[in-house]
């Protein structure tokens, strides 16, 4: 065999092994956005969570700010089968969140499986005294992101790739 063609045989097989390689690590997920949280002032805000499959489930949060700069994100939130996971928006994330924000609460493996998402927003002091919430249903995302597994407590599946 010329050594052209052996070089040739090998460049198209590393071709071929990155492109199986590429296209087995890419997955689709689920991703629910929020598109505006504001924390300014004297408004709050929180989200909750529903978890509608038979099986527990791990998520992550991604904050942007209005830029589209990604501000803050957690991985490892599990919510329980048939679950709800609630709490103010800033407990879903380590780091302190700017007066607004956009939310997206995303699988952090491949997934058919919806789950829905409340925002509540609320002022509770002050004048223009209110309350209001909105449902945010999950639509197909891609991603070749690889995530370490989430503690194992509660002890349940871990999303491995």
Known sequence: ?????????????????????????????????????????????????RNNTDTGRWLRTVAYDASGTVVASKNCHYVPAYGNLTDIIENFFDDALPDRVAVYVETMAASTNDFTV????????????????????????????????????????????
């Open 118 to 161: 409340t925002m509540f927003m609320g002022r509770t002091q002050g004048n223009n005294q209110g309350f209001a919430f909105q449902t945010y249903s999950t639509a197909d995302f891609e991603s070749d992101a690889i995530y370490l597994k989430c503690g194992l407590i509660p002890p349940g599946p871990v999303p491995v790739l």
């Open 1 to 49: 065999m010329s050594k052209k063609r052996a070089v040739l045989i090998i460049l198209l097989s590393m071709f071929a092994l990155l492109s199986f390689a590429s296209s087995a690590l890419s997955w689709t997920g689920k991703r629910a956005e929020i598109p505006y949280i504001t924390l300014k002032g004297d408004w709050w805000a929180g989200i909750s969570i």
